[in-house]
């Protein structure tokens, strides 16, 4: 069943306004943490790059038991130190 819905403008600003308010607190995270193969897919190289990286501590890794985890952020920094 398809049900049309109409918006007023204040029902629009009323979402976008909960949509910013749920992203300051954290849902929706404007920093992730990636998994070895997403921070690979992200830097467009290879896995045992990643760990490369993180090896010499030129990528700082963040541990969830034996796995390793790694902010956006962080690789944004490397990739523009390396520029």
């Not at 607190?25 to 193969?37: A, K, T």
């Amino acid at each position: 069943m398809n049900v049309a819905v109409s918006l007023s403008e204040e029902d629009v600003e009323r979402i976008a306004q909960r949509v910013v308010a749920l992203s300051a607190d954290g849902h929706g995270s404007r920093d992730p943490w990636l998994d070895v193969d997403e921070a690979a897919e992200y830097l467009r190289c290879s896995r045992q790059r990643i760990y490369d990286l993180a090896s010499t501590g030129r990528l700082a890794a963040g541990k969830d038991g034996r796995r390793s985890l790694f902010r956006r952020s962080v690789l944004d920094t490397y990739l523009e130190e390396e520029a």
